[in-house]
């Protein structure tokens, strides 16, 4: 007896990844949200057609670009009659992103995020995981860059350096966000539970720092979606 | 014994075990290891001394994963350049030791494979 409308659906979809050879498994698709995969997974372009059209209400959208001035995006649009125009999109906090988050919380299984969690428990010291588990969260400094990482749960990880004098507090570098295989477009949730993201993070930061920036979004701290 | 875990979406993560006594574990392994570089993933393998690096290449011949020799604890980022820089750059590295290689036994390695990555 499945635990919810999506257990079936998550089963099936195991099944299915097995027949189509994706190590990494098929996302779930959750009507109403924007499931962005990376292009080159076999399935990319059958979730594609999945997404929810945009309502043609006859404006088009020309250009959006973030104002540092305003601390907003900024769109121009063009109405019917061919008069451009343009709007701010207010961007104060982050609540949109949480509240999506939680809806794409359906994607998951409790089950895939404890094995998740028992994987990352061999990968940290047993203070570190315990501080995982109290707060979401934990810090880890790169040998190699001596850059400091707060990883956290579906949030993007925060790069941090210390401050150019002693008694200075630790700059913010930016915020890393990045999701294997896929995520779910204006939201935290990633195609793969909360810990695996996490670990995705750890694990890339540590084997290879340079590769870890390059595929990550790097956001900036001020902007609602950095989280912070 | 090395292992090979692979971060999955649906039913959790999937590991799976080997050694060179069972021949049979360790070719359907080198499948997989050879089958997930094609895609894109990475293969981040943990090192006797605990740290962690990323396979470059894997010879199925001898089973053995080709990663980049360098000294994880050196401190290889230029601190003049690591303060100029904007919010949207990432860590200088050096460019040294960039062409040694070294080799690990699968057999001796515990390996987590990630997917390619969408950003975010």
Redesign the interface.
């Known amino acids: 007896m499945p635990a919810d409308k999506f257990d079936e659906h998550?089963?099936l979809?195991?099944k299915l990844?097995q027949h189509v050879?994706e190590?990494?498994?098929?996302?779930?698709q959750i009507q109403g949200e924007t499931l962005?995969?990376?292009?080159?997974?076999p399935a990319a372009k059958v979730y594609q057609s999945f997404a929810p059209k945009p309502e043609d209400e006859g404006e088009k959208i020309i250009n959006t670009f973030y104002s540092h001035r305003d601390r907003c995006d900024v769109v121009i649009w063009e109405e019917r009659d061919g008069k451009r125009d343009w709007g701010r999109i207010p961007a104060l906090n982050h609540i949109s992103h949480d509240l999506s988050t939680v809806g794409c919380s359906a994607a998951w299984?409790l089950?895939?995020?404890?094995?998740?969690q028992k994987?990352l428990k061999k990968l940290v010291k047993p203070h570190i995981w315990e501080m995982y588990m109290l707060t979401g969260m934990f810090l880890e400094t790169?040998?190699?860059?001596?850059?400091t990482y707060i990883f956290r749960r579906l949030k993007?990880t925060v790069a941090l350096?210390p401050g150019?004098t002693e008694n200075s507090s630790m700059r913010?570098?930016?915020c890393l966000?990045?999701?294997?295989?896929?995520?779910y477009a204006e939201s935290?949730a990633?195609?793969?539970?909360p810990t695996?993201d996490v670990?995705?993070h750890l694990?890339?930061m540590?084997?290879?720092?340079?590769?870890f920036?390059?595929?990550?979004?790097?956001i900036?701290?001020h902007r609602p979606n950095a989280g912070l | 014994m090395g292992s090979l875990s692979c971060l999955n979406v649906s039913g959790g993560d999937i590991e799976i075990t080997f050694d060179t006594q069972s021949a049979a574990e360790a070719i359907r392994a080198k499948r997989m290891i050879k089958d997930m570089l094609r895609r894109g993933y990475a293969l981040l393998i943990e090192q006797e001394d605990g740290t962690h690096t990323r396979a470059l290449d894997f010879d199925e011949k001898v089973g053995k994963y080709i990663v980049a020799d360098f000294d994880p604890t050196i401190e290889e980022t230029d601190g003049k350049q690591i303060e100029t820089q904007t919010e949207t750059s990432e860590p200088t590295l050096k460019k040294t030791s960039r062409s040694r290689r070294k080799q690990i036994p699968m057999e001796k390695a515990k390996t987590v494979a990630v997917a390619p990555s969408a950003g975010g």
């Open positions: 998550r089963w979809m195991d990844s050879n190590w990494c498994g098929l996302p779930i962005i995969l990376e292009p080159r997974h299984s089950e895939a995020e404890l094995k998740a994987t790169s040998a190699r860059s001596g850059v993007p350096r150019k913010i570098l930016c966000c990045l999701h294997p295989i896929g995520y935290w990633g195609a793969m539970v695996d670990m995705a694990l890339l540590r084997g290879d720092e340079k590769m920036w390059k595929r990550a979004n790097q900036a701290p």
